[in-house]
C-alpha cells in the first residue's frame, strides 16, 4: 500500500525525470551530439530550410566518361552494393574528389572499358521542390564531377 506521500514523491521524481530527458533533448537540439547522443539526437531535417526551385540531391548516379565521351553508368546493383555503400564508397569521394577512395571502382571500369575512363561524374535525378510538391521531368544535372586517369 502506497501512501499519499509515496505518491507525490514518485510524482516528483518521474517529473525530475521527464523534465532531465526533455532538457537533454533540447541541448542535443543546438549541438550535434554524433552516435554518442542516441537516443536523444539532433534532428537535422529541420536545419536547413529548402526553397521553391532547389534541386534534390538525395539520390545521385555516378557515371564514368569515356575517352570517345561515352557514358557508362556506374550501378551499385552491378556493384553488389546497397544504398549507403554506394552513397559512402562511390557518390561522396567523387563530391570530395577523393580517387584514393575510389580506387577499386575505378579499376573495376577502366578495366572493363578497356583503360578509357578519363572522368568520373555524379548526376541528379532531375527533380526540384516545388509549391505543390516535387516538379519531376527535369534534365538532370551533374552535382560533381573528377577527372580521372587508367593505370
Known amino acids: 500500500m502506497i501512501t499519499s506521500s509515496g505518491n507525490a514523491l514518485a510524482r516528483l521524481f518521474i517529473s525530475v525525470v521527464i523534465a532531465g530527458i526533455l532538457s537533454v533533448q533540447a541541448v542535443a537540439g543546438f549541438v550535434d551530439t554524433g552516435r554518442w547522443g542516441w537516443p536523444l539526437l539532433?534532428?537535422?531535417m529541420y536545419?536547413?530550410?529548402h526553397y521553391d526551385g532547389e534541386r534534390?540531391?538525395?539520390?545521385?548516379?555516378?557515371?564514368?566518361t569515356l575517352a570517345d565521351s561515352t557514358r557508362v553508368a556506374i550501378n551499385r546493383n552491378a556493384l553488389n552494393m546497397d544504398f549507403w555503400l554506394y552513397w559512402y564508397n562511390v557518390v561522396t569521394p567523387i563530391q570530395h574528389a577523393r580517387l584514393d577512395l575510389l580506387e577499386p571502382v575505378l579499376r573495376r571500369y577502366c578495366e572493363e572499358s578497356g583503360n578509357k575512363v578519363i572522368k568520373l561524374h555524379l548526376e541528379d535525378r532531375g527533380v526540384a521542390i516545388g509549391r505543390d510538391g516535387p516538379?519531376?521531368?527535369l534534365p538532370p544535372e551533374v552535382v560533381a564531377e573528377m577527372d580521372v586517369t587508367c593505370q
Open 135 to 137: 516538379v519531376e521531368g
Open 42 to 44: 539532433a534532428y537535422p
Open 56 to 64: 534534390l540531391h538525395d539520390d545521385l548516379t555516378a557515371y564514368a
Open 47 to 49: 536545419r536547413t530550410a
